[in-house]
T-cell receptor
Framework: DTEVTQTPKHLVMGMTNKKSLKCEQH?????MYWYKQKAKKPPELMFV???????INESVPSRFSPECPNSSLLNLHLHALQPEDSALYLC?????????????FGDGTRLSIL | GENVEQHPSTLSVQEGDSAVIKCTYS??????FPWYKQELGKRPQLIID?????GEKKDQRIAVTLNKTAKHFSLHITETQPEDSAVYFC??????????????FGGGTRVLVKP
């Protein structure tokens, strides 16, 4: 069972479009993450939200805009993307706090930019 | 920042044999080391993890060892089965308190178990 749910599973968009990726978890986790994964590469951290506040931005271009409306939801708003942004976008969640906690991943959204 | 090196990049083993994947990390502040298995088109799935105050951990056919002094850790899979075929990622993490934790992944090892 996937406890972190991402929608949509696939997304094709033009460079001038605006779209959003959604992530939802109901495990009571207070830390949520966005990763980007290119083919045959490891996931790369983009953003971390902790207690609904942005705590880490890994120098991600402003055409990616994260949002955490509540403790269960995480969005990634996309605007004016480039072909090189085509990738698998993974959401993850974990408990927050002073001790490292396992991160649980969703199935991802496969994004293609035309 | 943290840098994680993973070897080998590909590993082919005969069913029933053992597989070993090795990782090194650079930042001595890292204190949590998870391993993820990712099948084609699927999400990374946590298979085992180890914290810096533990030297070894085992879960059925999977074991992980950690050498803090040398900054390396390894995954051992015994009695491999075809369903073990996947890409395996090691990772190193440091806790950021209330800010969550920051995972840095190794480059991945593609494991093929031949029947």
């Amino acid at each position: 069972d996937t406890e972190v749910t991402q929608t949509p599973k696939h997304l094709v968009m033009g460079m001038t479009n605006k779209k959003s990726l959604k992530c939802e978890q109901h495990m009571g986790h207070r830390a949520m993450y966005w990763y980007k994964q290119k083919a045959k590469k490891p996931p790369e951290l983009m953003f971390v939200y902790s207690y609904e506040k942005l705590s880490i931005n890994e120098s991600v271009p402003s055409r990616f805009s994260p949002e955490c409306p509540n403790s269960s939801l995480l969005n990634l708003h996309l605007h004016a993307l480039q072909p090189e942004d085509s990738a698998l976008y993974l959401c993850a969640s974990s408990q927050a706090g002073s001790l490292n906690q396992p991160q649980h991943f969703g199935d991802g959204t496969r994004l293609s930019i035309l | 920042g943290e840098n994680v090196e993973q070897h080998p990049s590909t590993l082919s083993v005969q069913e029933g044999d053992s597989a070993v994947i090795k990782c090194t990390y650079s930042d001595s502040a890292s204190n949590y080391f998870p391993w993820y298995k990712q099948e084609l088109g699927k999400r990374p799935q946590l298979i085992i993890d180890i914290r810096s105050n533990v030297g070894e951990k085992k879960d059925q056919r999977i074991a992980v060892t950690l050498n803090k002094t040398a900054k390396h850790f390894s995954l051992h899979i015994t009695e491999t089965q075809p369903e073990d075929s996947a890409v395996y990622f090691c990772a190193a993490s440091m806790a950021l308190g209330a800010a969550g934790n920051k995972l840095t992944f190794g480059g991945g090892t593609r494991v093929l178990v031949k029947p």
